[in-house]
């Protein structure tokens, strides 16, 4: 556990059903974000990409930035 917010939602996948795991995180936390997914499942499928914005939710107090 990294201390990151993560929201879970239920997907449907080829082979079943999937768990679609959330985060939105600083470009510089992604590393370790992908290792411990990494330690919990070797064959997790991960993919990236930028958030525009981001406004409300829990992001880490230390992290925590002003949005107007």
Do not use: H, Y
């Amino acid at each position: 556990d990294g201390g990151f917010g993560v929201t879970a939602t239920v997907g449907a996948g080829v082979s079943g059903n999937v768990t679609v795991l959330r985060s939105v995180i600083e470009r510089k936390q992604v590393r370790q974000l992908m290792e411990i997914v990494q330690k919990q499942d070797p064959k997790a499928f991960i993919t990236t990409e930028e958030a525009k914005a981001v406004r409300s939710g829990w992001v880490r107090e230390s992290r925590r930035r002003q949005w107007r």
